[in-house]
């Protein structure tokens, strides 16, 4: 007798949606409450898991099979393997955070119905999901589904004049790439047909032996094109990027958080599972093109985000230039630069989220107001906030120390040893992050206190609670990454060996005659 | 990862058993501790916070002691002791332990750092009574100890890089530590900002280093370094000097430290003149077996140093800042040590000897500024002290001990070391060597000029003081640290030279002593007569210059050497003009194009794509409507593609 873990952590959620849509519309405490004990619960559920997961295990686990449309091959079908993990326990963590942090958003926002909250677990049941699945078809699903709850997100419960258009130029990008990715998808289909055995199976379709073997070197191509762009869309890379400032902007800060934080990590750890696995051909022929996009989007994201005058959407093009380094990581196929890339994600989604965070708490303080030059001096009035803010912004900019150093030394690492050149332009986003952070910092925190911000509170015990969670697998992640290393190491191994790609040796070596150090590599 | 044989004439490492060495890590965690019970436990611990900051830098020097006292119980040879403490990350082959090396280079710093560190701690105490965040600066002053730690005792590049990057963020907090000054805000985003250049050299090299050698660990990098050509290893070795440069504020990167004086004083005693500035000169002394076989970059390394030398000299004697004409001089002693620094092995032990030295010093000379400082209302500006020997006599002594040993005066301690830099330029031979030679010689002498300038317009001739003015002595836990820097200024480079202790100390991991130590051959050489005629010069043209009542409180236009030398050479002006206002106008066209050029194409699409929609839905409005409408175009497309792949 095995639990059905993955089923009951999408479930849960979905269930729980449904309950808080069923609470009487005045009682929004009441649902507040439900929404919180319910994320706490999956947080639990997920929690358990990974502590059962065995890094040295099977490759997928927690897997559960069931045929759901027996004729086209579509399962319904959800097991994880480390990366997949390590991202579901990010959603899991960062979702009742989120929760705390919108527990006061919600009277001052446009709309203040209980439905927000209702759409959070709807998100969260499709998020873990989305990663749990391993059914191509199945993860189709969800990865269009998932735009409803955000679309309403942002349409309906965001910030400002302009949400409805942003919510709509969300919805218009990500359907833009979902119907590409529906053609790779019926194509996928198609193939594995042709082969013998028409399934959404992932296991059936990808490696060497798997379904998708045979098919032959253009139609792989544009099978890879179709799933890419779609990933790079949701990622968002360089130049199909905008929609994701305009969303941040007009997000709730929550939102955003739920967005940038795990969203967007789908479209990279699908890069990494469906781009790379099933057209692992197609993946190393397309590996410049990745690359030099990948470049362009790290420094190209960092410049625009320096020049930018809205908070969230600042924060949102570091991200897009955070999202560089991660596909960096992931074309440059070393298992460095792999598991580099997906620790970025878990990373970025601890260092990001508790950026868009403390950008919520500051807009609270400041009437909604999201411009950096409505700040200045608040470290004066509010120390803890500030402080928080810096170590938050200094992860952001990779300190050593600081969970993301680790993620993104790695993507460096495993990028020079092959690719050398484009690992050293990529350190120009490394001076770059400093100057985004830091002026941020500069311009809102220090120097004279602005007198309109006279009386603004420092965090208080809620916020506290919202963030000091993400600063301390910050921290700890950044001294001890590597529990995270172990569990994600195996499945990048996995990963390689699908590819048929694998790490350079070094040119020269160690001395041969100290023997020692080489001999234990 | 241990027990490795030995190579071109360095020790051989072992592992830690037992004893104080296993716990070296303690050293650090200590301080690690005072900072994080400082930060988290708030106001509660304001009281007593500062008290435990010093206890934590003051067991950590005592730990540093015993470590020593362990060391020196062993054979030379067995001087090289690693410490596993964890292992920090590991992909594939990329295996990064955190671990310690303990040996006689890294411990001449940790003592250097605990030591001078734990004195500055107290001092502190006073200097910063007046200040309601005195608790944070002391947490601050404890994570900047541990993390120069971490970067002094790494065994591998890059956990050294992790110390590298927390000092940077402790110097960055401490520079902007009165955060309400703008200035002081502004410094401090400069300052990481380009230190942040020079680390993309030390990224960079470490990745150099991986990818040929597939390992960062020192030992095993050193041991293999004549397989890997000469081509990569001048490459690596200019990488870290970039690196270097960042950090020790040499050219070009030097731009942040004059600026870096917004912190408070002690922290420019701690951090901008005795520790954290002197980490490219030992990035450089460590990395001795890479540089060794890099002889262009070894080269690139001793003009860097010397052009800095100069550099901050011509800076120091025009600046009427105290502490901006104290951190010109401590550009240039750090040019100093990276010339030396730059000439291998003969150089090494000479570099450490003048940084320790300078270590206290220059620590002095900057707590006896801020002495005055406290007691001139925090003016800054030399013009407006003057006379004040009578007023703060133990400051006037401990500065003068202090502003003795760095012009040179023989027998004090700036004098053996320096006369070491001096010795081992000309004794590095060739043309290169005279050139280098004459350039520290020439230094002794602008040393003595901008040092006595110091001296003479604060302590002597007529008080200029401001109207409100009332200086008093410092209370004595201020003064105290101050004469034990003095007495360490005046004696310990005799401690150290004679014999060559420090030399033969540092020798298993730098290299013995070239020749025997010979005082009499020190006090004749022409050389160190040269520096010694240039020193008085020095000393006697600020004495007609300074030393009377003829000083105006405005500085006067000067020539355009003066006017270059107050501007810092430029150094800003280059950095706007080239990289500053360019990158402004870069930053602005990219925006203007994201806006209008990618977003502009995406939002034009859509509206053609929505005027076509609306065409076909006439009667129909609103959003879920047009949602249904993008699904059935889609749909369309999609159908259409399929049959498209198929037939093809």
Redesign the interface.
């Known amino acids: 007798m095995t639990i059905p873990w993955l089923t009951l952590a999408i479930a849960l959620p979905a269930l729980g949606s449904l309950i808080v849509a069923l609470i009487p519309r005045e009682r929004v405490e009441l649902a507040k409450r439900v929404t919180l004990a319910c994320t706490l619960v999956v947080l639990a559920i997920v929690g358990a898991m990974a502590l059962n997961f065995d890094p040295s295990g099977d490759r997928l686990q927690f897997t559960e099979v069931h045929p759901w449309i027996a004729r086209f091959g579509v399962h319904y079908a959800v097991g994880v393997d480390g990366i997949a993990l390590t991202l579901i326990v990010l959603s899991a963590l960062l979702v009742p955070l989120v929760v705390l942090a919108a527990w006061k958003e919600q009277e001052e926002a446009a709309d203040r119905g209980k439905g927000y909250f209702a759409l959070i677990l709807l998100l969260e049941a499709m998020m873990i999901g989305v990663f749990a699945a391993i059914d191509v078809f199945l993860f189709y699903v969800l990865f269009e589904a998932m735009l409803i709850p955000v679309y309403f997100m942002i349409g309906r419960y965001g910030r400002g004049e302009d949400r409805r258009y942003a919510a709509m130029k969300f919805l218009l990008y990500s359907l833009a790439g979902g119907l590409l990715m529906l053609v790779s998808v019926i194509g996928v289909y198609a193939y594995s047909a042709q082969a013998g055995n028409g399934t959404f199976l992932w296991s059936e379709l990808a490696g060497p032996e798997g379904l998708l073997a045979g098919v032959d070197t253009g139609a792989a191509r544009w099978l890879f094109l179709g799933f890419f762009v779609a990933f790079a869309i949701k990622a968002p890379m360089w130049p199909v990027h905008t929609w994701l400032p305009t969303a941040a902007g007009s997000a709730r800060p929550g939102t955003a958080v739920l967005l940038v934080g795990v969203l967007d990590k789908v479209g990279t750890y699908g890069m990494l599972r469906y781009c790379l696995e099933l057209f692992p051909g197609a993946a190393k022929w397309f590996v410049w093109p990745v690359v030099v996009l990948s470049l362009v989007s790290i420094i190209y994201g960092a410049i625009v985000a320096i020049g930018q005058s809205d908070m969230l959407r600042l924060i949102a093009y570091t991200s897009v230039s955070h999202f560089g380094f991660i596909t960096l990581g992931i074309f440059a196929m070393t298992s460095q630069g792999q598991s580099g890339a997906a620790l970025y994600m878990v990373n970025h989604g601890f260092s990001t989220g508790a950026l868009f965070l403390l950008a919520g708490f500051l807009i609270a303080r400041n009437n909604g107001s999201a411009q950096i030059a409505d700040y200045g001096g608040l470290q004066k009035a509010a120390p803890v906030l500030a402080g928080t803010f810096l170590v938050v912004g200094l992860s952001s900019l990779a300190l050593p120390g600081l969970s993301p150093f680790v993620s993104e030394f790695l993507v460096f690492v495993g990028t020079f040893t092959v690719l050398p050149v484009p690992a050293i332009i990529a350190t120009i986003g490394v001076v770059l992050a400093a100057l985004y952070i830091l002026w941020l910092y500069q311009r809102t925190m220090t120097g004279p206190l602005r007198e309109k911000l006279a009386g603004v509170k420092d965090l208080s015990g809620r916020e506290l609670w919202a963030v000091a969670p993400l600063v301390a697998v910050i921290i700890l992640f950044g001294v001890f990454p590597q529990p995270l290393l172990n569990v994600i190491n195996p499945a990048v191994e996995h990963t390689m060996q699908q590819v048929d790609v694998s790490d350079p040796a070094p040119a020269v070596g160690v001395d041969q005659a100290s023997g020692q150090e080489g001999a234990d590599e | ?5 030995a ?1 071109g004439g360095y020790a051989a490492t072992t592992a830690a058993d037992g004893g104080v060495l296993s716990y070296a890590w303690l050293m650090i965690a200590l301080p690690l501790l005072g900072a994080a019970v400082l ?1 988290l436990g ?1 106001k509660r611990t304001n009281a007593w916070g500062h008290w435990l900051a010093i206890a934590a830098a003051l067991s950590s020097f005592v730990w540093a002691v015993l470590s020593l006292g362990q060391l020196l119980g062993r054979a030379p040879e067995e001087r090289s002791v690693t410490v596993h403490v ?10 990064i332990d955190l671990s310690l090396l303990i040996d006689p280079l890294s411990m001449t710093f940790a003592l250097l750092i605990t030591g001078v560190g734990s004195l500055i701690h107290i001092y502190s105490v006073g200097y910063m009574a007046h200040d309601e965040n005195r608790r944070r600066f002391f947490a601050y002053l404890n994570l900047f100890v541990a993390a120069m730690l971490v970067l002094v005792l790494a065994d591998n590049y ?1 956990v050294l ?2 110390g ?3 000092v940077g ?1 402790a110097s ?1 907090l401490l520079i ?1 530590f009165w ?4 200035a ?3 410094a ?2 400069k300052a ?2 380009i230190n ?2 020079g ?2 050299g030390l ?2 090299s ?3 280093l ?6 960062v ?1 020192f030992h ?2 050193f ?2 370094v004549d ?2 050509g000469r081509g ?1 290893m001048t490459a690596v070795g200019l990488l870290l000097l970039l690196g270097a440069c960042g950090k020790s504020a040499q050219l070009p990167l030097q731009a942040w430290l004059l600026d870096a004086m917004e912190g408070p004083t002690p922290v420019s005693a701690l951090i901008h003149a005795a520790t954290m500035v002197t980490a490219g000169v030992y990035l450089i002394v460590r990395s001795g077996p890479i540089f060794e076989a890099a002889p262009t970059a070894q080269l690139v390394v001793t003009i860097v140093g010397a052009a800095t030398l100069l550099a901050g000299a011509i800076i120091g004697c025009a600046k009427d800042d105290i502490k901006k004409a104290l951190a010109g001089s401590t550009m240039s002693q750090i040019g100093y040590m990276t010339l030396a620094a730059g000439l291998g092995p003969i150089g090494y032990a000479a570099a450490i000897a003048h940084l320790v030295t300078h270590g206290f010093f220059k620590a002095g000379l900057f707590l006896g500024a801020g002495s005055v400082m406290h007691a001139m209302n925090d003016e800054v500006d030399m013009r407006r002290y003057g006379g004040l020997r009578t007023v703060m006599p133990v400051t006037f002594a401990t500065f003068g001990v202090g502003y003795l040993a760095i012009i040179g005066v023989p027998f004090l301690s700036g004098w053996w070391t320096k006369e070491g830099i001096i010795q081992a330029a000309f004794d590095s031979g060739g043309l290169t060597g005279q050139i280098l030679g004459w350039v520290t010689v020439l230094g002794a002498g602008l040393t003595a000029f901008y040092m006595s300038r110091i001296m003479f317009l604060t302590f002597f001739g007529t008080k200029r003081w401001a109207k409100d003015a009332n200086p008093h002595e410092s209370p004595a836990v201020m003064t105290v640290p101050m004469i034990i820097l003095a007495i360490g200024s005046a004696a310990l480079g005799a401690v150290l030279v004679v014999n060559y202790t420090l030399a033969n100390f540092l020798a298993p991991v730098v290299g013995a002593p070239a020749h025997e130590f010979d005082l009499v051959h020190m006090l004749t050489s022409p050389y160190s007569l040269a520096a010694l005629v240039l020193m008085i010069v020095g000393v006697a043209y600020a004495w007609v210059r300074y030393a009377n009542d003829k000083v105006p409180v405005t500085a006067p236009k000067g020539n355009f050497i003066t006017v270059a030398a107050r501007e810092e050479l430029y150094g800003n002006a280059i950095n706007e003009g080239l990289f500053m206002r360019p990158g402004q106008q ?3 066209a ?2 203007a194009f ?1 806006d209008h050029g ?2 502009g194409v ?2 034009g699409i ?1 509206r053609s ?1 929505r005027a076509a929609s609306e065409n076909l839905r006439l009667t129909q409005t609103g ?1 879920a409507r ?2 249904a409408l ?2 059935l175009f ?2 369309a ?2 159908v259409v ?2 049959l498209g ?2 037939l ?1």
Do not use: C
């Open positions: 990862m241990t027990s490795t044989l190579a930060l708030g964890y292992q920090w990350i590991k992909v594939g082959t990329f295996d890059a890089f992790l590298w990057e927390g963020l960055y902007g955060q309400h000054k703008p002081a805000a502004v401090a985003k990481f900002l942040r250049v680390d993309i990224l960079v470490i990745m150099l991986f990818t040929t050698f597939g390992t660990t095993p990098v041991e293999s397989g890997a990569l870069l930053t602005r990219t925006v994201d990618v977003d995406v939002t859509a794509v959003f047009s949602y993008t699904m889609g749909a497309v999609v593609t399929t792949v198929n093809a």
